[in-house]
Protein backbone atom coordinates (compact mmCIF):
# COMPACT_ATOMS: atom_id res chain seq x y z
CA UNK A 1 0.00 0.00 0.00
CA UNK A 2 1.44 3.19 -0.77
CA UNK A 3 1.15 6.66 1.21
CA UNK A 4 -0.53 9.54 0.55
CA UNK A 5 1.11 13.14 1.60
CA UNK A 6 -0.22 16.05 1.80
CA UNK A 7 2.15 19.03 1.25
CA UNK A 8 1.20 22.16 1.67
CA UNK A 9 1.62 26.50 2.24
CA UNK A 10 -0.63 27.10 4.89
CA UNK A 11 -1.66 30.49 6.83
CA UNK A 12 -2.75 30.75 10.44
CA UNK A 13 -6.04 30.59 9.40
CA UNK A 14 -5.88 27.54 7.05
CA UNK A 15 -6.09 29.04 3.86
CA UNK A 16 -4.03 27.77 1.10
CA UNK A 17 -4.91 29.63 -2.12
CA UNK A 18 -2.44 30.62 -4.57
CA UNK A 19 0.63 30.65 -2.34
CA UNK A 20 2.95 31.28 -5.78
CA UNK A 21 1.98 34.42 -7.38
CA UNK A 22 -1.04 37.16 -7.98
CA UNK A 23 -2.16 35.64 -10.95
CA UNK A 24 -1.96 31.44 -9.47
CA UNK A 25 -5.79 31.28 -8.93
CA UNK A 26 -7.86 34.26 -8.53
CA UNK A 27 -11.22 32.48 -8.15
CA UNK A 28 -13.56 34.10 -5.49
CA UNK A 29 -12.04 37.41 -5.47
CA UNK A 30 -8.82 35.97 -4.04
CA UNK A 31 -6.32 39.25 -4.19
CA UNK A 32 -3.85 37.61 -1.79
CA UNK A 33 -2.08 35.49 -4.76
CA UNK A 34 1.84 35.24 -4.11
CA UNK A 35 1.65 35.71 -0.15
CA UNK A 36 4.44 33.32 0.45
CA UNK A 37 6.91 35.32 -1.49
CA UNK A 38 8.22 37.24 1.69
CA UNK A 39 9.13 34.50 3.69
CA UNK A 40 11.84 33.12 1.66
CA UNK A 41 15.14 31.86 2.92
CA UNK A 42 17.49 29.49 3.20
CA UNK A 43 16.04 27.70 5.91
CA UNK A 44 13.13 27.76 3.59
CA UNK A 45 14.47 26.74 0.66
CA UNK A 46 15.85 23.36 2.26
CA UNK A 47 12.55 22.31 3.60
CA UNK A 48 11.30 22.90 -0.12
CA UNK A 49 14.28 21.13 -1.65
CA UNK A 50 13.21 17.79 0.33
CA UNK A 51 10.23 18.02 -0.43
CA UNK A 52 10.27 18.67 -3.89
CA UNK A 53 12.59 15.25 -4.37
CA UNK A 54 10.98 12.93 -7.03
CA UNK A 55 7.78 10.80 -6.43
CA UNK A 56 4.69 10.57 -7.49
CA UNK A 57 2.11 13.30 -7.56
CA UNK A 58 -1.69 12.94 -7.58
CA UNK A 59 -3.53 16.57 -8.21
CA UNK A 60 -6.92 18.45 -8.60
CA UNK A 61 -7.73 19.25 -12.04
CA UNK A 62 -7.45 23.10 -11.25
CA UNK A 63 -4.17 22.61 -9.85
CA UNK A 64 -2.98 20.24 -12.49
CA UNK A 65 -3.96 23.22 -15.07
CA UNK A 66 -1.68 25.69 -13.32
CA UNK A 67 1.51 22.84 -12.98
CA UNK A 68 0.68 22.13 -16.37
CA UNK A 69 0.63 25.45 -18.00
CA UNK A 70 4.45 26.51 -15.16
CA UNK A 71 6.18 23.40 -14.50
CA UNK A 72 7.24 21.72 -17.95
CA UNK A 73 8.96 24.82 -19.07
CA UNK A 74 10.47 25.57 -15.69
CA UNK A 75 11.52 21.82 -14.79
CA UNK A 76 14.89 23.56 -13.55
CA UNK A 77 13.53 24.26 -10.41
CA UNK A 78 11.55 20.61 -9.62
CA UNK A 79 14.03 18.52 -10.89
CA UNK A 80 12.42 15.14 -12.43
CA UNK A 81 8.58 16.98 -12.01
CA UNK A 82 8.11 16.06 -16.17
CA UNK A 83 9.61 12.38 -15.07
CA UNK A 84 7.15 11.18 -12.32
CA UNK A 85 4.14 10.07 -12.80
CA UNK A 86 1.18 12.96 -12.61
CA UNK A 87 -2.21 11.32 -11.47
CA UNK A 88 -5.21 13.87 -11.58
CA UNK A 89 -8.64 13.83 -10.51
CA UNK A 90 -10.82 14.93 -12.97
CA UNK A 91 -14.40 14.60 -14.35
CA UNK A 92 -13.57 17.64 -17.41
CA UNK A 93 -10.25 15.74 -18.50
CA UNK A 94 -8.95 12.68 -20.06
CA UNK A 95 -5.71 13.91 -21.60
CA UNK A 96 -2.53 16.12 -21.57
CA UNK A 97 0.08 16.74 -23.84
CA UNK A 98 2.48 16.97 -20.09
CA UNK A 99 4.38 13.56 -20.28
CA UNK A 100 3.31 10.80 -17.87
CA UNK A 101 -0.07 12.61 -16.76
CA UNK A 102 -2.92 9.98 -15.59
CA UNK A 103 -6.37 10.84 -15.41
CA UNK A 104 -8.56 9.44 -12.64
CA UNK A 105 -12.41 9.57 -12.77
CA UNK A 106 -13.19 9.12 -8.96
CA UNK A 107 -12.58 8.49 -5.61
CA UNK A 108 -12.41 5.27 -6.37
CA UNK A 109 -9.86 5.46 -8.74
CA UNK A 110 -7.56 7.09 -6.08
CA UNK A 111 -8.48 3.97 -3.24
CA UNK A 112 -7.13 1.71 -6.21
CA UNK A 113 -3.96 3.46 -6.74
CA UNK A 114 -3.56 4.31 -2.61
CA UNK A 115 -3.77 0.47 -2.65
CA UNK A 116 -1.55 -0.36 -5.80
CA UNK A 117 2.47 -1.49 -5.37
CA UNK A 118 4.93 2.02 -5.32
CA UNK A 119 6.36 5.03 -3.66
CA UNK A 120 4.55 7.57 -1.48
CA UNK A 121 1.63 9.46 -3.40
CA UNK A 122 2.50 13.72 -2.70
CA UNK A 123 -0.40 15.91 -3.08
CA UNK A 124 0.50 19.61 -3.35
CA UNK A 125 -2.10 22.25 -3.44
CA UNK A 126 -5.46 20.85 -4.56
CA UNK A 127 -7.93 21.77 -1.86
CA UNK A 128 -11.10 20.22 -3.11
CA UNK A 129 -8.95 16.93 -3.66
CA UNK A 130 -7.40 17.47 -0.01
CA UNK A 131 -11.12 17.58 1.40
CA UNK A 132 -11.93 14.74 -0.23
CA UNK A 133 -9.14 12.46 0.22
CA UNK A 134 -9.90 13.49 4.19
CA UNK A 135 -13.87 12.67 4.10
CA UNK A 136 -12.91 8.74 3.02
CA UNK A 137 -9.74 9.06 5.43
CA UNK A 138 -7.14 8.34 2.66
CA UNK A 139 -4.00 10.83 4.29
CA UNK A 140 -1.01 9.16 5.61
CA UNK A 141 0.88 12.04 6.75
CA UNK A 142 0.96 16.31 6.32
CA UNK A 143 3.78 18.38 5.49
CA UNK A 144 2.80 21.59 6.27
CA UNK A 145 4.28 24.68 5.85
CA UNK A 146 2.30 27.57 8.66
CA UNK A 147 2.88 30.95 7.54
CA UNK A 148 2.60 33.77 9.97
CA UNK A 149 -0.61 35.75 8.61
CA UNK A 150 -4.10 35.36 8.21
CA UNK A 151 -5.88 36.38 5.07
CA UNK A 152 -9.18 35.84 6.16
CA UNK A 153 -10.86 33.96 3.26
CA UNK A 154 -9.87 32.01 0.49
CA UNK A 155 -9.80 27.97 -0.07
CA UNK A 156 -9.05 26.19 3.02
CA UNK A 157 -7.31 22.84 4.01
CA UNK A 158 -10.01 21.36 6.15
CA UNK A 159 -13.78 21.57 6.17
CA UNK A 160 -15.92 20.01 8.34
CA UNK A 161 -15.92 16.68 6.26
CA UNK A 162 -12.98 15.17 7.76
CA UNK A 163 -12.88 11.82 9.34
CA UNK A 164 -11.66 12.46 12.52
CA UNK A 165 -7.81 11.34 12.68
CA UNK A 166 -4.72 11.71 15.65
CA UNK A 167 -1.48 12.53 14.25
CA UNK A 168 1.98 12.79 15.67
CA UNK A 169 4.54 14.96 15.08
CA UNK A 170 7.59 13.35 13.10
CA UNK A 171 9.31 16.73 11.96
CA UNK A 172 9.61 20.29 12.72
CA UNK A 173 11.71 23.55 11.58
CA UNK A 174 11.23 26.85 12.30
CA UNK A 175 12.72 28.85 9.61
CA UNK A 176 14.18 32.81 10.40
CA UNK A 177 10.93 34.32 8.86
CA UNK A 178 8.76 32.73 10.84
CA UNK A 179 7.51 29.57 8.75
CA UNK A 180 6.53 26.54 11.10
CA UNK A 181 7.30 23.42 8.70
CA UNK A 182 5.88 20.35 10.51
CA UNK A 183 5.45 17.12 9.81
CA UNK A 184 2.74 14.85 11.00
CA UNK A 185 2.06 11.24 10.75
CA UNK A 186 -1.68 9.61 11.16
CA UNK A 187 -1.21 7.24 14.36
CA UNK A 188 -5.02 6.56 14.62
CA UNK A 189 -8.14 7.21 16.40
CA UNK A 190 -8.91 10.34 18.51
CA UNK A 191 -8.57 10.50 22.30
CA UNK A 192 -10.17 12.44 24.63
CA UNK A 193 -9.91 12.70 28.92
CA UNK A 194 -10.70 15.19 30.98
CA UNK A 195 -7.91 17.49 32.07
CA UNK A 196 -6.27 17.01 35.46
CA UNK A 197 -7.66 13.31 35.78
Not at 100 to 110: A, M, Q
Not at 155 to 165: E, G, R, T, Y
Request: no cysteine; aromatic share 10%; charged share 25%.
Amino acid sequence: MRKIIVLTMITIDGVMQAPGGPDEDTSGGFEYGGWVAPFGDEEYGKVMQEQMKPSDILLGRKTFDIFEDYWPKHANGWPGINEVTKYVLSSTRKTSDWENSVFLENIDDIKKLKNSEGGDIKVWGSATLVQLLLKHDLVDEFALKIHPIILGKGKKLFDDDAIPSAFTLTENTVTPSGVIAVSYKRTGEVKTGTIGE
